[in-house]
C-alpha cells in the first residue's frame, strides 16, 4: 500500500474485522455524507454563517478521521475552535479549499478500494 495515500482504512478493518461488505457500506455511507459536506461547507463560507460552518467542520472531522485523514480531521477541528470564537475569519476559506482538496483525492483512493473489495 502506497504511503502518500490520504485515506487509511485500517481502523475500519479492525472495526470491521476486514469484513469487506461491511467496508463497503461504510465507504458508501462516507460518500452519501459528502454532499452535504462539500456544498455545506461552501454556502455557509458564502453566506458567512460562522456557527453552521464550525458545526458542520465538527460533523465532517468525525467521518474524515474514521477513513485516517487525521490532518484534515485535525484543520477541521482548528476551523471548529475558530468558528466559535470567530477568530482569523479570513483564514475559513483556506480550511474549506484544504477540506474539497483532500476529499477531491480521497473519493478517488477510496473508489479504488470500492472496486477492490468486489
Known amino acids: ?17 476486514g469484513e469487506p461488505e461491511m467496508l463497503k457500506e461504510f465507504i458508501q455511507m462516507f460518500f452519501d455524507q459528502l454532499p452535504e459536506f462539500k456544498n455545506g461547507l461552501e454556502q455557509y463560507l458564502a453566506e458567512k454563517k460562522w456557527k453552521e460552518l464550525g458545526e458542520l467542520a465538527h460533523k465532517a472531522k468525525a467521518s474524515v478521521m474514521t477513513f485516517g ?8 477541528k482548528e476551523l471548529q475552535l475558530k468558528t466559535q470564537k470567530l477568530e482569523d475569519i479570513e483564514s475559513y476559506p483556506e ?13 478517488t483512493e477510496l473508489n479504488d478500494d ?3 473489495l468486489n
Open 69 to 76: 485523514m487525521n490532518d484534515l480531521g485535525h484543520k477541521l
Open 1 to 17: 500500500m502506497s504511503q502518500n495515500r490520504y485515506t487509511n482504512l485500517d481502523y475500519l478493518k479492525e472495526v470491521t474485522g
Open 95 to 107: 480550511y474549506v479549499k484544504l477540506f474539497q482538496e483532500t476529499i477531491k483525492i480521497a473519493e
Open 114 to 116: 470500492l472496486k477492490s
